[in-house]
T-cell receptor, first 114, second 110 residues
Framework: KAGVTQTPRYLIKTRGQQVTLSCSPISGHRSVSWYQQTPGQGLQFLFEYFSETQRNKGNFPGRFSGRQFSNSRSEMNVSTLELGDSALYLC?????????????FGSGTQLSVL | QKEVEQDPGPLSVPEGAIVSLNCTYSNSAFQYFMWYRQYSRKGPELLMYTYSSGNKEDGRFTAQVDKSSKYISLFIRDSQPSDSATYLCAMMDSSYKLIFGSGTRLLVRP
């Protein structure tokens, strides 16, 4: 069974540009969550989608957005990139995020903003 | 003050030692507690998942939760060099949002 797949693996952008990251969840998983990981702040929750609807959102500015498609694949977009957006962006999937469900993470997209 | 506090380490132990990793938290609404292991350049991998206070054992790993003290622990017995990784505690309340600790780096020396 294939795991969570994130593309691209590495990305280099300059300030002011925008970026789109992609996540394919484990087959059959309907919930996709996104996290930002930095050395200083650790893992921080961005948002969670279930059946194409955003169910939960973290405390990030509106420059961070996402969406989920009918096949459960998800994309995350960051507009007007800032240096502080440099981070590892992790996607996690679960069957249906609830108190009994476990999250499975991808290997992440390492974004560097110059 | 962060909702979840975790010592960043690094923690260096000899092979075969018993390792104790800990987190404290401030939000009494947290009901579900997890430990994740993260190797370098990889995503976190779920190790242990607990709900109630008490101990849960899985092989060499034991997770302990003390809700009255808002304190959770992960014990690793007979530690191996392959256990060298960053260990993250995580907690979930009824809104299903996971809050992670900052992670403890563990190094097991051969």
């Amino acid at each position: 069974k294939a795991g969570v797949t994130q593309t691209p693996r590495y990305l280099i952008k300059t300030r002011g540009q925008q970026v789109t990251l992609s996540c394919s969840p484990i087959s059959g998983h309907r919930s996709v969550s996104w996290y930002q990981q930095t050395p200083g702040q650790g893992l921080q929750f961005l948002f969670e989608y279930f059946s194409e609807t955003q169910r939960n959102k973290g405390n990030f500015p509106g420059r961070f957005s996402g969406r989920q498609f009918s096949n459960s694949r998800s994309e995350m977009n960051v507009s007007t990139l800032e240096l502080g957006d440099s981070a590892l962006y992790l996607c996690a999937s679960s069957l249906a995020l609830s108190t009994n469900e476990k999250l499975f993470f991808g290997s992440g997209t390492q974004l560097s903003v110059l | 003050q962060k909702e979840v506090e975790q010592d960043p380490g690094p923690l260096s132990v000899p092979e075969g030692a018993i390792v104790s990793l800990n987190c404290t938290y401030s939000n009494s609404a947290f009901q579900y507690f997890m430990w994740y292991r993260q190797y370098s350049r990889k995503g976190p991998e779920l190790l242990m998942y607990t709900y109630s206070s008490g101990n849960k054992e899985d092989g060499r790993f034991t997770a302990q939760v003390d809700k009255s003290s808002k304190y959770i622990s992960l014990f690793i017995r007979d530690s191996q060099p392959s256990d060298s990784a960053t260990y993250l505690c995580a907690m979930m309340d009824s809104s299903y949002k996971l809050i992670f600790g900052s992670g403890t780096r563990l190094l097991v020396r051969p």
